[in-house]
Each structure stands twice: as structure tokens, then as C-alpha cells.
């Protein structure tokens, strides 16, 4: 008899796989833990095969025969998704689920509005969102995890397409009363000795080390972090400064200090803004319609670059 295996049971399982637990799947999902814990059961007893090992208070493992049977899985899901597109493009309409990925560091500053302005146009998109780091986004590009992405053309690899949209300039931060925060301008070889608080992302952190080459020194790092908002509150508190490419809404960090931008002379390499995309994406016509909606929406380098003044 031919097997009777769901969609939604294939997406459930993945999700398990992807998260480490049936609490966490269930919570990036929207769904219940028993409804995923009913939908693994019933595909496990269709399948005839034991897909987790259950460990009594340390959840679920996936068992070696799971870990082959998921690559089947996303093969299939992705094949369904396939078709999803083929029918919208026959129809002509835009619909069906998209995903969504965005650099962790400037995601909650470029995503939330283009997501809104999206799927007010397009209502029977499924809008789905992830922050990533850049080398996440090209796995997830890569695994047919994420439909299209926004970051910074930095180390795209050949098999990715970057389709660059603004120019953004490095901007060190300072916090208020910092010695060097009303300048115009700050040479790196002014900041290579000071304390730096780096933001220290994959990819990201390589690009902000590489603007001190030209000294024949690494900068003074007192301080990592991979989160955006604990860094600019670091800076505003005066623990060091640090560097980023994009400015945030108001001068503010996020504890209430205020913080001071001061653009970074000498020519450095600036980051550009972009869609990156895996080889031939853009056929969805989904994924085509969020990349003119973005290249529509996200042009105007004023809205986030700092320019030639210091704020």
C-alpha cells in the first residue's frame, strides 16, 4: 500500500531536526508541542522506522536511520514548495510561503518595514523572517532553508548571486564624551591603539579587522560580542569604541547612554547592501516579486548610511 505521509508531518519532523526539541519547534512554528508530537508519531508509525531516540530528560536525538531519512524530507518539501511556484507562476499570481533572511546586524533596522510594505501588496504570501549571520545565510541559502537574503556583499561565494543596491561606508561609534566624538573624521591609525569593542560576527568581524591594515597593527580588542545593541551599549558607557556600517534610528543605545558616529577617513572599503540569492532563485516568481519590491523600497543610501558628517 502506498504510503500516507503529510506535508505538514514532513515539515514538522524537519523542524524537530532543525531545533534540537519538540518545545523549540513548536514555538518557531506557532503550533502546539502535541500537535508536532502527534504528527512525528503518526509519520514514524507510516514509515515503519524509529526516527529520535528518546532520552528520558534530555529529549529528543535523531537516530542514523532520521538523519538519512531528513535529507529525503527537505528533498521532498522543497519539491512541493516547487510546485507551490510553478502554480503561482501559471496562475499568475504571487503567493505561497517565502523566506526570508537578513543580516543579524542591521535586521531589525531594514526587515520589519519592507516585510510590511510586502505583504500588504501581496496578502497570500506567507511571510517567513530569520536573522542571520553571514555565514548562516549561505548554508541556508545553500540548503533551500532561505528563499533570499539582505546583508553585505562580504566573501559571497561563486555559487551565491549579490545583486548590490546601497554603498555604506565604516562609521566608528563613540560615546559621548569620548575625546575623539566631535571630530569630522577619525583615521584608523588614530583608533588602532584605543580600546575597541568588536563586533564579532563571522565574516563581519574579519571586514572591521582588515580597516586597520594600512597601520601594520591589529587593533586594541577589549571586548567581543555578537550582539549589535549589547555593543552600543558598551561604547555609550565608555568601555571602548567600535565600528559598524549602518547607524541606528535615533543616537541612543538601547541602556539610554548616548552615543556619537564619526565617519572613518583614508579611503576605507565600504560594504555594500544587497540581495543575495542562490543560482536562479529569482524564477520563482515569489522570490522575483520581494526582490523588485526590495530593489524598489531600498535605494536611498541617506536612509541609512551616515554620510560625510558626524551625528
Known sequence: ??????????????A???????????????VSSP????????????????????????GLAVSQVGRRFLEGAREAVARAEALGDLASELAGTVRGDLHVGCLITFAQIVLPKLRRGFVDTYPDVTFHQFERD??????????????????????????????????????????????????????????????????DLPV??????????????????????????????????DFGYSIANIRPITDQAPDGGTLRFVPISGGPRLLKMGILTSRGAET????????????????????????????
Do not use: W
Not at 500500500?1 to 524537519?14: A, D, K, S
Not at 532543525?18 to 506557532?30: M, P
Not at 545553500?142 to 546601497?166: K, N, Q
Open 204 to 237: 563581519s568581524s574579519d571586514y572591521f579587522l582588515s580597516l586597520f591594515a594600512e597601520t601594520g597593527q591589529r587593533p586594541r580588542v577589549v571586548e567581543r560580542t555578537r550582539d549589535i545593541a549589547v555593543m552600543r551599549s558598551l561604547v555609550a558607557n
Open 284 to 311: 520563482s516568481r515569489t522570490v522575483a516579486a520581494f526582490v523588485e519590491h526590495v530593489r524598489d523600497n531600498l535605494s536611498d543610501a541617506s536612509e541609512f548610511s551616515f554620510g560625510t558628517e558626524a551625528h
Open 134 to 199: 553571514q555565514s548562516e545565510i549561505f548554508e541556508q541559502l545553500r540548503d533551500a532553508r532561505l528563499d533570499v537574503a539582505i546583508t553585505y556583499d562580504l566573501d559571497i561565494p561563486p555559487d551565491l548571486d549579490f545583486h548590490p543596491l546601497i554603498d555604506l561606508p565604516p562609521v566608528a561609534h563613540f560615546a559621548q564624551d569620548h575625546p575623539l566624538a566631535a571630530r569630522r573624521d577619525v583615521a584608523p591609525s588614530e583608533l588602532v591603539d584605543l580600546p575597541m569593542i568588536l563586533l
Open 1 to 14: 500500500m502506498p504510503l500516507r505521509i503529510t506535508l505538514r508531518q514532513l515539515e514538522y519532523f524537519i
Open 16 to 30: 524537530v531536526c532543525d531545533c534540537g526539541s519538540i518545545v523549540l519547534a513548536a514555538r518557531r512554528l506557532n
Open 35 to 58: 500537535s508536532i508530537s502527534t504528527a512525528i508519531a503518526q509519520l514514524e508509525a507510516e514509515v515503519g522506522l524509529k526516527l529520535f531516540i528518546r532520552r528520558h530528560a534530555h
